[in-house]
């Protein structure tokens, strides 16, 4: 496995590969790698006959008063992890020269990504995307994986496939989770012993909202309001939102009727989670 | 020579060249198609196993006050044209195929578009700069080729091809002329007889405070008020802007110690006509 901070050798290495006729599978990451990203790095590496990993922290797509300066970084290890996986190259560039002198582009979806995070996070999509349009240009994957926690980052990362025809095709994969539920995230390890102990209330009190809409409860605004009160009695838990919206366009629905996304944001203490569930109730 | 609306296969046809291993050159236009149009395509040709001319007048980037509607569409003789300069597809999509339902990403550049026709045009290069990453992605061409009387659009285009690693090889052909100097230009036919003739005055003013700078006149400020006097005696002129700029970033100088793009935008009765000149002093 390559490690390489250079966008020309990585660009190189790459456009190699698809001159030999080998497919690309892309896993596009800010580091500290856990198992969720690892499941990632296994499902570019069953469908493509070269795996990258990128692990770049993007300033760009965290807000003034976020966490980008504590965000953690652990390249050697993650190196270690993607390396055992299959991955054939990690590029770890650095910031200035991904958003290197005079740098002005800026790609942006709207609609997709108004809602849920994007109404908290001002500008986190817009950096996201940009950034993603910039590492697809060096990669030139044939396909790349989004973990589904993130999930209108996904429908987002679609959209602008789709629309500026980069002929990408995304993969979102399965939300990985501890024993006790809690979705796998980088920062979990921001958490107290009380705050972890009670984050593992957000999936149970998705998945109990989940099951109401399977059980034939056909309101969203009661499956909203089943997650909101199994929240109530974790002091240290406070519900940035809690949305129900069709998984591809991330507009709001208020019945069970399609496929819906419950998705939420929740805050333990200072540490700022989300997690979701799709509802697909047998109509 | 193919002609197709049809956005599938225009991609299939490039995608088929490319496989054979042959290169594509391409000229985005909006048809109305004149000798300058022309020149784009020949140079094209002449770099390239294979040419692509898009037609396609794309509302996003016309104001609301502007000629969208009125704007000239020839598509019979502009196919006509680019058949006989050797051109191998003309891809003439529909606006409801390039900005298919849902469509919601932008791309803009910031900084080299902010001033000239930025600063008048507000939204005017977002739409430029979406529909040429959208064509882009459609043909997948070597290079691109664009003209010089649009001097911002093609350094616009650049930052955003460098910035985004599409990897485009960007061509800026020179500008071409009526004998008389105008710049040659779809909106021309827009002209009355009396402002057509006043037009010509618009490139003598040019090329005049270009002499001035070249025979030692260093003051950029002494070289726009030479073209403003020189416009002074034509009253169906008016003056939108006149500047000078750094040809790579359009950031205004105030000497012409270095290379200076002198560009310009002045209306002719209800026509909005641009035009520049490079002006490279010896130092």
């Not at 001159?19 to 790095?41: D, K, Q, Y």
């Not at 469908?47 to 692990?55: C, F, L, N």
């Not at 790609?107 to 500008?123: E, H, I, K, T």
């Not at 199994?230 to 002091?235: F, G, N, Y």
Request: aromatic share 6%; charged share 25%; proline share 3%.
């Amino acid at each position: 496995m390559i490690v390489t901070d250079s966008e020309q050798s990585a660009a190189k290495i790459c456009a190699d590969w698809r001159a030999e006729g080998l497919s690309i599978g892309f896993v596009p990451t800010m580091g500290a790698l856990h198992r969720g990203h690892e499941s990632l790095v296994e499902l570019a590496s069953s469908s493509s006959d070269r795996v990258v990993v990128s692990i770049f922290v993007n300033p760009s797509q965290f807000g003034p008063s976020e966490d980008l300066d504590s965000y953690p970084r652990t390249l050697e290890e993650d190196c270690n992890k993607v390396r055992e996986l299959g991955a054939s190259l990690v590029f770890a560039p650095k910031a200035d020269a991904v958003y290197s002198s005079g740098f002005s582009t800026g790609v942006s979806v709207s609609n997709v990504s108004d809602g849920l995070c994007g109404a908290f996070r001002r500008g986190h999509f817009d950096g996201v995307t940009t950034v993603c349009a910039v590492l697809f240009g060096i990669v030139r994957p044939d396909r790349a994986v989004f973990g589904m926690k993130d999930a209108q980052q996904v429908a987002v990362i679609k959209r602008m496939v789709s629309d500026l025809r980069l002929g990408i095709e995304i993969i979102a994969a399965p939300i990985v989770r501890e024993s006790d539920g809690l979705a796998l995230s980088s920062r979990n390890q921001y958490l107290s012993f009380e705050e972890r102990q009670q984050a593992s209330t957000i999936s149970t009190a998705l998945r109990n909202a989940s099951d109401l809409a399977l059980s034939g409860e056909k309101s969203c605004k009661v499956i909203k309001n089943a997650f909101l009160v199994a929240l109530e009695h974790s002091d240290l838990l406070r519900v940035q939102y809690v949305e129900t919206v069709d998984p591809d366009t991330m507009i709001g629905v208020e019945t069970t009727e399609k496929r819906v996304l419950l998705a939420v944001a929740v805050f333990a203490g200072k540490t700022r989670l989300i997690d979701n569930i799709l509802i697909e109730s047998e109509v």
